[in-house]
């Protein structure tokens, strides 16, 4: 398995952007997503880039956020744009081929 650490996170006002990124310790050439845990809720699946490139997002963030890859790097970038309250929470990336974790990065957003 690959460990995978996210960073990126952070306090940010509404109708602000952040970019994540997700630092893999082995190759990424694996199609990757980005999770997220909102307060109170279960962790859903909001971005996933494959490894042709293609993408799909969850309707919440469709059109807000961007995700996309630098195998080169082993990292994974999840472009946050026109950030809303209701975006708080914790942040995830995932390797499709692994079950674990990485520890996650906060992001708060302010209205």
């Known amino acids: 398995q690959v460990q995978l650490v996210e960073s990126g996170g952070g306090l940010v006002q509404a109708g602000g952007s952040l970019r994540l990124s997700c630092s893999a310790s082995g190759t990424i050439f694996y199609s990757m997503a980005w999770y997220r845990q909102l307060p109170g809720k279960q962790r859903e699946l909001i971005a996933r880039?494959?490894?042709?490139?293609?993408?799909n997002y969850a309707d919440s963030v469709k059109g807000r956020f961007t995700i996309s890859r630098d195998n080169a790097k082993n990292t994974v970038y999840l472009q946050m744009n026109s950030l809303k309250p209701e975006d708080t929470g914790v942040y995830y990336c995932?390797?499709?081929?692994?079950?674990?974790w990485g520890q996650g990065t906060q992001v708060t957003v302010s209205s």
């Open positions: 880039i494959h490894t042709s490139g293609f993408t």
């Open positions: 995932k390797h499709d081929l692994y079950a674990n």
